[in-house]
């Protein structure tokens, strides 16, 4: 084991990264570094699930780190409070992109943008909605995890939405579409 992976595994939840190397998996070794998801999938279940599967991208993306550095952090706490993790991943998927080498990942401004835009549903209701835009943040990050696990152009891999996903946003995008009416068909407070 590399002496930065055994400090980090030794480290416990430390937001330090291990640095990628002989001791972790890299891509094509067969397993996946990051969650394998289509860009497509991620933008349409985070729109119309209001949010909730960015929480499920971050505690499968925090599991498979877990798994990985072998250390006791706790993906479900690390997606809960995404806020104060978020960063932390993007840095992780960052250092993981430049030594497979591709470009380089603005984890901190994409961090930043994720959690002002996360915040945006505290706003007043007509622009309240724009706290749906805040995947668009994911999707650099979701980009160059696809780039890291090698699926870029492979097909069938997480691309095809289930059952449960149709039903996600058959509800959630009914929801969305009647609160979108019901703020702006709404006359304005005077």
């Known amino acids: 084991m590399s002496g930065a992976v055994r400090t980090a595994a030794a480290a416990g939840d430390s937001d330090e990264p291990s640095q990628p190397g002989p001791a972790g998996p890299m891509p094509g070794e067969g397993r996946l570094i990051f969650f394998d998801v289509s860009i497509a999938k991620l933008l349409v279940l985070s729109v119309c699930s209001l949010g909730i599967y960015e929480l499920y991208w971050f505690y499968k993306n925090w599991q498979l780190v877990r798994a990985r550095e072998r250390s006791d952090i706790s993906p479900l706490w690390r ?29 901190g401004a994409l961090a930043a943008g994720w959690v002002v835009v ?3 549903w505290q706003l007043p209701d007509r622009y309240s909605l724009a706290a749906n835009l805040s995947c668009l ?22 691309t095809r939405f289930s059952l449960w996903n149709w039903l996600t946003v058959a509800l959630g995008g009914t929801l969305l579409v009647l609160d979108a009416l019901g703020v702006f068909a709404a006359p304005e407070p005077g």
Request: net charge positive.
């Open 137 to 158: 943040f994911l999707l650099p990050v979701q980009a160059a995890a696809n780039r890291i696990n090698g699926i870029a152009e492979a097909p069938d891999r997480n």
């Open 79 to 107: 997606a809960g409070f995404g806020f104060f993790y978020c960063y932390a991943l993007f840095k992780r998927v960052r250092e993981y992109d430049a030594q497979a080498g591709s470009g380089t990942l603005p984890a």
């Open 118 to 120: 996360t915040c945006l």
